[in-house]
């Protein structure tokens, strides 16, 4: 008999019990004995009986589904969030669905539609407080926040130690001898450009230096950012030696600017960036960067989650990824000309 064709009447036929017996011994019932599960167990392997995941989470008043939503699903830190929490969570049996919420009103009807209409059985959430979105968090389910601290005890959060990441960057600039060393930030209301902009400034302190506001500069996270920030401060002429760049793609945007002006990268500016993106090696000259790992957030949200659904617990840790800094040929040690 063809697997696909087999049912949970064949497999209690072939074992000789009840097929709510069988029901039982696939739903892992300890009012089983040994002796009848391991017959129904043999009946199932002999037949290739694959259960109806789909029926049996529906029985169980459960989805097998968690919820991620994100600003989108193009960028590369999302879509590798999302890929390492979907390959986490198939492993036991549940599954990920995505979506893209690009603003507060946006946000609140997935959370409806996907949360409070039962779909899901958790949620990860990115960024929660780049809005006002934070403001509809449901609590009927387990919900991860990933690249942002919890500020309420019922959720748990995923993020990368952006201050050990930060000091990383710029102790190795500071052991190349920069002094004057500029920083790009992303929006000033992400948990993690003020926590990578906070360690830039210690970093700088314990070394003696004291912050120069005009050497931070906000952007978007975008090429085009950090290329108008860069274009801005060689107008002005400030006399900088190093920059961090709070993320690859502003790097990227600001070793253009440099670039087009003739200023040679690492010879007069050394840059490094944040996040490793899989062009950062390929860029000329190579990038120097912190690399964040991407899939380890999304892992980790996913742990988080079945842990939360299968202890029936509120969900309140706050989990910290290392990073850990990858030097290439984007710096050197500063020209004493």
Known sequence: MPPSRVTIRDVAAQAGVSHQTVSRVLNGSRHVLPKTRERVLAAIAELGYRPNAIARSLAAGESRL??????????????????????????????????????????????????????????????????????????????VLVGARARDAAFCSVMVDNVAGARLAVEHLLSLGHRRIATMTGPKVEDCVLERTRSYRDTLQRAGIELDARYVAEGDWSASSGYAIMRRWLDQGLPFTALFAQNDRMAIGALRALRESGIRVPDQISVVGFDDIPFAAYLDPPLTTVQQDLHALGREAARLLLGARQEEQVCSQHILVPPQLVVRQSTQAVSMD
């Open 66 to 143: 968690f919820g991620c939503i994100a600003q989108n699903l193009t960028d590369y830190t999302f879509a590798c969030i999302i890929e390492g929490a979907e390959r986490y969570a198939r492993d036991y049996g549940y599954y990920l669905l995505s979506a893209s919420a690009e603003d507060e009103q946006s946000f609140k009807q997935l959370v409806e539609q996907l949360v409070r209409s039962g779909r899901v059985d958790g949620l990860i959430v990115t960024q929660p407080y780049l809005d006002r979105r934070y403001k509809y968090l449901p609590t009927e389910v387990p919900v």
